[in-house]
């Protein structure tokens, strides 16, 4: 057991025999009141996505998810296939399990598969990854109201806000925890 004030991001809690990732985590310190330990929990099995607040000395369960390298292969329907690039087995999630990860996903991308005693439970992507733009419209010199930026939709159906020079067929660098452009690739 641990104290809820020694939580962060990414890491896993047992919680009524169901395991949460921790998404979000906020430490709210009031006035004459005890700090309270905000979190934002993603059901590993479920995908359901929560909210807990703990007291900071409240106690929780922690779970070690092991990272395992993998390579995504395809999706069929709601089902996504990953091999496991040290046994070579194929591993099936549902996209429930996999969240909005599913919206970075392209064919051959290396990747880590999270597993607990044995069983997959979710990925965890890269910080960025390449995608190429399928459709945008051509930006306007000296459209500069909005600081320069556009809808761009990429490869895998997301759209994310790209600057203004950034045409259709570009491959861009996007960070997948916060979905937003970092730089253009080629």
């Known amino acids: 057991m641990i104290d809820a004030g020694e939580l962060r991001k990414g890491s896993a809690i047992e919680l009524n025999g169901q395991i949460y990732q921790i998404l979000e985590y906020q430490h ?33 369960t922690p779970v070690f998810l092991e990272h395992r390298p993998a390579q995504y292969l395809y999706n069929d329907g709601n089902m996504y296939y990953f091999m496991d690039k040290e046994s070579y087995e194929q591993v099936i999630l549902p996209a429930g399990q996999i969240g909005e990860g599913v919206n970075y996903l392209k064919e051959g991308l290396e990747l880590e ?72 690739v080629s």
Not at 30 to 50: E, I
Not at 170 to 182: C, N, P, S
């Open 28 to 60: 709210v310190k009031m006035q004459q009141r005890q700090p309270v330990v905000k979190l934002k929990l993603r059901d590993v099995c479920t995908g359901n996505v929560t909210e807990r607040n703990f007291q900071s000395g409240d106690k929780v």
């Open 113 to 184: 598969i999270l597993t607990c005693k044995g069983e997959p439970v979710a990925i965890e992507l890269p910080l960025s990854v390449e995608l190429r733009v399928t459709q945008t419209e051509p930006g306007f010199k000296g459209d500069r109201a909005t600081a320069g930026t556009k809808p761009a939709k990429l490869e895998t159906g997301i759209t994310v806000q790209v600057p203004l020079f950034i045409n259709t067929g570009d491959v861009i660098k996007v960070h997948t925890r916060t979905g937003e452009y970092l730089e253009k």
